[in-house]
C-alpha cells in the first residue's frame, strides 16, 4: 500500500535542505520508521510542532524507496512542552528515546511493547506522576525485559537459587548467589534490590515510598545493566541528574 496510517512516537529530529525535517519514528504497527517532514520547518507548516521528539501522533504516510513521507499529522500526546520545560524530565526524557531507538534496530518490524511503555513513560514523564529517575530507570529495566534482558533481582540469576541474595553482577544477569557471585561484584542494600524489584514491576506505592540513597545505588546499577546489554554507551545517561 502506498499510503498507511499508524500512531508513533518521535524518537529523532533531523534538519534536510532548506525546509524539510528527516524524523524517526516508533510506531504502534510498523516498527522504527525514518520519514520526510517536507517543509515542516516553515512558520506556515501544518504540523511542523507535531513531529518534535517527546510527541506521540497519529500519522499518515506515504511509503517511499529509501524513507516515507509524511503527509498528515494529528496529535495524540503532547509531551515535548512539558517535558522540554524541565531539565530533569528532559534528559530523562532524552535517554528513554536513545534506548527506545537501540533496542528497536531494525526498521518496519513490530515493537508493540515497545511502543506502549515508551508511549506510557512520556506520559509519566510529562504530568510528573512520579520522579523522573525513578521512571527512567522503570522504563530501562521494562525494555530491557521485553527485549529479551530481564534482570533477576531476587533468585540467583546464573543457577536460580532462591534469594534474597546480597550480590548483584551484570554480566551474570542480577542478583547472584554466594556460589555464582564473581569476584569484584557489588553488594547492594536490602532496599536496593528491593526498589530495582519494584521498578522492574511497576510497583509505585513502594518506589515512591524509596529514599535518594538507594535510589542513587539503583540508578547506578540500571545504568550499567543497561548499557551492558545494550553493547554501546547512552550518550544521554551522562547528563541525567542523579
Known amino acids: 500500500m502506498p ?3 499508524d500512531d508513533a512516537i518521535v524518537l529523532r529530529a533531523q534538519k534536510l535542505g532548506e525546509a524539510d525535517r528527516i524524523v524517526t519514528l516508533l510506531t504502534r ?5 525514518r520519514a520526510v517532514g517536507k517543509g515542516v520547518r516553515r512558520t506556515s507548516s501544518r504540523f511542523g510542532a507535531r513531529l518534535e521528539p517527546f510527541m506521540v501522533v497519529d500519522l499518515q ?7 516515507d513521507t509524511v503527509t498528515q499529522a494529528e496529535t495524540i500526546g503532547p ?3 512539558a517535558i522540554c520545560e524541565d531539565y530533569a524530565l528532559y534528559t530523562a526524557g532524552t535517554a528513554m528515546l536513545e534506548a527506545a ?6 526498521e518496519h518490524e513490530p515493537s508493540v511493547q515497545q511502543y506502549w511503555l515508551l508511549a506510557g513513560g512520556l506520559r509519566a514523564l510529562a504530568e510528573r506522576h512520579h520522579d523522573s529517575g525513578l521512571v527512567l530507570d ?7 525485559a521485553v527485549a529479551g534482558w530481564a534482570p533477576s533481582f531476587t533468585d540467583c540469576a546464573r543457577c536460580g537459587e532462591p534469594g534474597p541474595h546480597h550480590a548483584f553482577n551484570v554480566s551474570q544477569g542480577g542478583a547472584v548467589c554466594s556460589r555464582c557471585r564473581p569476584p569484584g561484584s557489588p553488594a547492594p542494600a536490602p532496599e536496593t534490590f528491593a526498589l530495582l524489584a519494584a521498578l522492574l514491576a511497576g510497583e509505585w506505592d513502594v518506589a515512591d515510598a524509596s529514599v535518594a540513597r538507594h535510589r542513587k545505588e539503583a540508578s547506578g546499577l540500571v545504568a550499567a545493566y543497561s548499557q551492558y546489554y545494550l553493547e554501546r554507551t547512552l550518550r544521554s545517561l551522562r547528563m541525567v541528574e542523579r
Open 101 to 106: 531507538d537501540r533496542l528497536v534496530d531494525a
Open 138 to 144: 522503570s522504563y530501562l529495566l521494562r525494555a530491557l
Open 3 to 5: 499510503l498507511y496510517r
Open 61 to 67: 504516510l506515504h511509503t517511499g524507496r529509501n524513507l
Open 29 to 33: 504497527e510498523h516498527g522504527k520508521v
Open 79 to 81: 509531551y515535548a512542552r
